[in-house]
């Protein structure tokens, strides 16, 4: 029930298409829905997250949408770029649990130019 | 230096060898973690560190000895481990709680022959 499932594994985009990256959890109190990006060589640096109260959340190019009752949420890349080509990982966390992040697998994203 | 360091960057060590990690953050925080990152499989927290007191300890395995002098360091002693145990290790931080944004280190790219 701790498990947050992420799919795909890999993902190949051409430049100027939308990639999106599914996460699923099964733990209704999770509460905190982030997505983490990590570049080779680099450690994962926050991207953009949701809490449940609202469905969607822009920041630019990358929008989290959230489905409270599916119990899914996932990310989109508009307007994918080559330097967006990283590993994405979705966690999820609830503050009454201890605030421990649950990660999801992780998808390899390439974007070709 | 900004954010969060570690050192060594690589480390390769054989199963009877004794080493340690080493994280540093410059940030302020006062929470700190050890995360296991493996190739295909999702970051694992292994320790939490509130205010220099051990908070989780994720059933690590007692060749990780993990140490937290001061708010700001972070330390993973190693012993007798396992090729299993081959990863990168990451530390992060927080300003308190594991749902404050976390800030990673770049890791230690651990080799065990």
């Known amino acids: 029930q701790q498990q947050v499932k992420q799919s795909p594994q890999s993902l190949i985009v051409q430049k100027g298409g939308i990639s999106i990256i599914n996460c699923a959890y099964e733990?209704?109190?999770?509460?905190?829905f982030p997505w983490y990006q990590q570049f080779p060589g680099k450690g994962p640096a926050l991207l953009i997250a949701?809490?449940?109260?609202?469905s969607e959340k822009k920041e630019g190019r990358f929008t989290i949408s959230f489905n409270k009752s599916a119990k899914q949420f996932s990310l989109h890349i508009m307007d994918s770029q080559p330097g967006d080509s990283a590993t994405y990982f979705c966690?999820?966390?609830?503050?009454?649990?201890?605030?421990?992040?649950?990660f999801g697998q992780g998808t390899e994203l390439s974007v070709k130019p | 230096e900004t954010g969060v360091t570690q050192t060594p960057r690589h480390l390769v060590m054989g199963m009877t060898n004794k080493k340690s990690l080493k994280c540093e953050q410059h940030?302020?925080?006062?929470?700190m973690y050890w995360y296991k990152q493996s190739a295909k499989k999702p970051l694992e927290l292994m320790f939490v560190?509130?205010?220099?007191?051990?908070?989780e300890n994720n059933s690590v395995p007692s060749r990780f000895s993990p140490e937290c002098p001061n708010s700001s360091h972070l330390f993973l002693h190693l012993h007798t481990l396992q090729p299993e145990d081959s990863a990168l290790y990451l530390c992060?931080?927080?300003?308190?709680?594991?749902?404050?944004?976390?800030?990673f280190g770049p890791g230690t790219r651990l080799t065990v022959l």
């Open positions: 949701i809490r449940p109260d609202v």
């Open positions: 940030l302020g925080h006062n929470a």
């Open positions: 992060a931080s927080s300003l308190m709680t594991a749902t404050d944004t976390q800030y």
């Open positions: 560190y509130n205010f220099k007191e051990q908070t």
């Open positions: 733990n209704t109190a999770f509460d905190y």
């Open positions: 966690a999820a966390s609830s503050d009454n649990q201890g605030g421990k992040l649950i």
